[in-house]
């Protein structure tokens, strides 16, 4: 089984940059991949960005050129750098984890940003 813990949610001002992380722990070898979803008050939650074990990315059309993920394999750590946000990225920040087992999410990390 695999946990995932996220971290480097908060509050910042629009045009300012954030980093989240998460650290996986359990069987980080039975990861294929993983990725970042995000869910605003009222809507429903979308994906941000995914990372293979490959390395290839995608991303949401809404986060291209300002969001960067990256992983780290051996450590079963990924990473979202957030930059130039802005008040529509506010959200409750998911990371998750593809397994052969399913699908495992984290708690969830909170990102606000306001003036």
């Known amino acids: 089984q695999v946990q995932l813990v996220e971290s480097g949610g908060g509050l910042v001002q629009p045009g300012e940059s954030l980093r989240l992380s998460c650290a996986a722990s359990?069987?980080?070898?039975?990861?294929?991949?993983m990725g970042w979803y995000r869910r605003a008050p009222g809507k429903e939650r979308e994906l941000v960005a995914t990372?293979?074990?490959?390395?290839?990315?995608n991303y949401a059309n809404s986060v291209k050129g300002r969001f960067t993920i990256s992983s780290d394999n051996a450590k079963g750590t990924e990473y979202l750098q957030m930059n130039s946000l802005r008040s529509e990225d506010t959200a409750v920040y998911y990371c998750?984890?593809?397994?052969?087992?399913?699908?495992?999410w984290g708690q969830g990390t909170l990102v606000t940003v306001s003036s």
């Open positions: 998750n984890a593809y397994t052969p087992f399913g699908t495992v």
């Open positions: 990372i293979s074990n490959e390395g290839y990315t």
């Open positions: 359990g069987r980080i070898s039975s990861i294929n991949a």
